[in-house]
């Protein structure tokens, strides 16, 4: 089982930044887990926005690279996404999730395509 506690989203204008956080918790939670944030407009489906795998290889969606860092100092500590140059576009609801990785011999590290815990989300609007 593992717990995922979202905070931070807000309304603001754009251009602006925003802090999200998650704090992971429960009593299988790991050092072997991936982190990720995603984000859900209703009516489209949950889009992956930025993930941390336990080799700390960051990546990201297309349409938030170069705007959005994803971060997180250790497996237990919080997992932040700093975002910046925010668009209306940007508007969601933020998820945090959760997964336990995989390992490839030649590749290392890498996080499945299904995540299996889900925070309850923050809101972010952001308004021109």
């Known amino acids: 089982q593992v717990l995922l506690v979202e905070s931070g989203g807000d309304s603001v204008r754009s251009g602006g930044s925003l802090k999200l956080t998650c704090v992971p918790s429960g009593p299988t939670f790991s050092r072997d887990y991936c982190l990720a944030w995603f984000r859900q407009i209703p009516t489209q489906e949950r889009e992956l926005v930025a993930s941390i795998d336990p080799g700390r290889t960051e990546r990201y969606g297309d349409s938030v690279k170069g705007r959005f860092t994803i971060s997180q100092d250790d497996f237990n500590d919080p997992l932040y996404l700093q975002m910046g140059s925010l668009k209306p576009a940007d508007s969601a609801i933020y998820y945090c999730?959760?997964?336990?990785?995989?390992?490839?011999?030649?590749?290392?590290?890498?996080?499945?395509?299904?995540?299996?815990?889900w925070g309850r989300g923050t809101q972010v609007t952001v308004s021109s």
């Open positions: 999730a959760a997964a336990r990785s995989k390992y490839d011999k030649y590749a290392g590290y890498y996080c499945p395509p299904e995540f299996e815990y």
